[in-house]
């Protein structure tokens, strides 16, 4: 692949977004006609998931193409501000990165939006291959203080904080705007760039655009109390889906709409008020709705309109496809867990086998999907699903497959035994996730 045909390549992640919260994929509110349209003109995955139910192990994922328990900071679920200062709790800065191995290959790079891997003077976007920065570096920030849950300022332009005015959503949209076309006039004709677009929406705190109208005192109590409705979650995704919706025109003004791959998902499930249907749990679980998750790629150069996948896929996977995608090798001392999807890409009917790994420290979680069948397991109890036939997880059928059980219980045991073990030290932020927090 000659460097002139290489793609642009614009990777959106959503936090905390229900597999069923968009329009296309049965959401039952009218929130996301940018990405319904995405999706309808390019490739939508139905058997998607996110490497972990929890925010920042699924962006180590992202980051490495590699299993996140290969790396310390990932044990974490999540990283929270008690972090700040940690010289372990972060993505190593010698580690090769997607953005890194890009960049090295010619790619200009940048993360507009949420980090959550770390902070400086340790860690950063900027020592692991993004060469411009704009975001929050923690989990969760407020939408017009820009403050996290501890009250100090997070957001950043490189490694220093950024006083700027507006709502989170808008400035992060508005950035990526501005990068597609400072790209497409100011970079070599040759040159493409891979632009890391990570929202915070629609992650607590539940707020909108509108809000600013809401005296300071107002917003920071609707900041840490949490409060919000279905409505202003609602509300939160159409106007995400309103900042794609800009890029996307910014790429069509500057011509560069076939040859740019677009990838949307989400880093895990849904919490209080997303939409699952008809899957169950959310964000902290492992069933379903934890970590089954929107996939939607679009690239009219190489993926035909209106396809449907069955894929089974997870974070890591995008990323080695976009490397693929590149024509980029991965690091030989770093081989990647994850597998090129640019088969299905080609050709949507084309399925190959892939299964599909979890553990988590809440609750002693494990799970394997393999082909139609799921072995999990919580709080020491095991459980067998036939996930097409139930895929709500309600029928237990490990008392009738017992062989099975055990096979799949085998297998999630060797690919463990092959990771590193969970450090003893390592926390589950409980808290962290709003269905764990007080209600107004």
Not at 389 to 400: K, V, W
Request: with cysteine; glycine share 10%; charged share 20%.
């Amino acid at each position: 692949m000659t460097a002139s045909k290489r793609p642009n390549i614009i990777f959106i992640v959503a936090d905390d977004l229900g597999y069923a919260d968009l329009g296309c994929y049965g959401g039952r509110a009218p929130v996301s006609p940018v990405l319904d349209g995405l999706a309808a003109n390019g490739l939508k995955f139905t058997q998607g998931y996110a490497n972990s139910p929890v925010c920042s192990p699924t962006r180590f994922a992202l980051m490495t193409a590699r299993y996140q328990y290969r790396l310390r900071g990932a044990a974490e679920e999540p990283i929270n501000s008690k972090s700040r200062g940690s010289s372990t709790l972060g993505l190593p800065p010698d580690h090769p990165t997607l953005p890194s191995l890009l960049k090295e290959s010619g790619y200009r790079t940048a993360l507009v939006g949420k980090w959550h891997l770390g902070y400086p003077p340790h860690f950063g976007p900027l020592r692991s291959g993004y060469e411009e920065f704009f975001g929050p570096m923690s989990g969760g920030v407020d939408y017009f203080s820009h403050c996290d849950s501890s009250g100090r300022k997070d957001l950043w332009f490189g490694e220093e904080t950024q006083q700027e005015e507006g709502y989170l959503t808008d400035l992060i949209s508005q950035r990526a705007v501005d990068y597609v076309h400072r790209m497409a006039t100011g970079a070599k004709e040759d040159q493409p760039f891979f632009l890391s677009l990570h929202y915070t929406a629609p992650h607590w705190p539940w707020e909108t655009r509108d809000d600013a109208a809401l005296a300071p005192e107002i917003q920071d109590k609707l900041f840490h109390l949490h409060g919000g409705n279905i409505h202003t979650y609602r509300r939160m995704i159409h106007h995400m889906d309103e900042g794609i919706g800009w890029v996307i025109q910014a790429l069509q003004q500057q011509g560069l709409t076939d040859n740019t791959l677009v990838v949307f998902t989400s880093d895990n499930g849904g919490e209080r008020f997303s939409d699952n249907w008809p899957l169950v749990g959310g964000k902290m679980d492992l069933t379903e709705g934890g970590i089954r998750v929107p996939w939607i790629a679009h690239w009219p150069a190489q993926i035909e309109a209106g396809q449907v996948s069955e894929q089974h896929c997870m974070t890591m996977d995008w990323s080695a496809t976009m490397l693929d995608a590149a024509g980029v090798q991965a690091d030989p001392g770093y081989p990647l867990d994850g597998a090129s999807l640019m088969p299905v890409l080609r050709q949507p009917g084309h399925r190959f086998h892939r299964p599909l790994h979890w553990r988590m420290n809440h609750r002693g979680q494990r799970a394997l999907r393999d082909g139609d069948w799921k072995y999990l397991q919580v709080d020491g109890n095991d459980y067998l699903f036939n996930i097409p036939a139930d895929e709500r997880e309600r029928a237990n059928l490990a008392g009738r497959e017992p062989e099975r059980l055990a096979a799949m219980r085998e297998d999630w045991t060797r690919w463990n035994d092959s990771m590193p073990a969970i450090p003893a030290d390592a926390t589950v932020s409980l808290g962290y996730s709003a269905k764990d927090m007080p209600q107004r």
